[in-house]
């Protein structure tokens, strides 16, 4: 049952529009909070809920800078993501 739960986080992070947008602004590289929220319609505590799912899913890593935290997409996340995905709907 574990590798369920393992799945559902991470397709988690890909069910909601906010967390695409998140997920399409970090494509380009690693970002400060401070810039996702100037481009998304969040208050800091919505911002903090999504991000808690998409490092929770492991598609997002984050790190501490003083007093702001930076994000980024974390390839081994991605790389886990495809291939979770290609082994669940695969041909048996």
Do not use: P
């Not at 049952?1 to 947008?21: G, Q, S, V």
């Not at 998304?40 to 984050?62: A, E, N, R």
């Amino acid at each position: 049952m574990t590798i369920y739960k393992d799945n559902a986080k991470i397709f988690k992070a890909f069910c909601d529009e906010k967390r695409l947008k998140i997920i399409e602004l970090l494509t380009n590289g690693e970002k400060c909070a401070c810039v996702l929220l100037e481009n998304l319609d969040l208050t800091q505590s919505g911002l903090s809920y999504h991000m808690k799912i998409l490092i929770d899913s492991g598609v997002i890593i984050s790190r501490q800078d003083g007093r702001w935290t930076y994000y980024q997409i974390s390839e081994t996340g991605k790389n886990n993501a495809i291939k979770q995905l290609i082994a669940i709907t695969k041909n048996k």
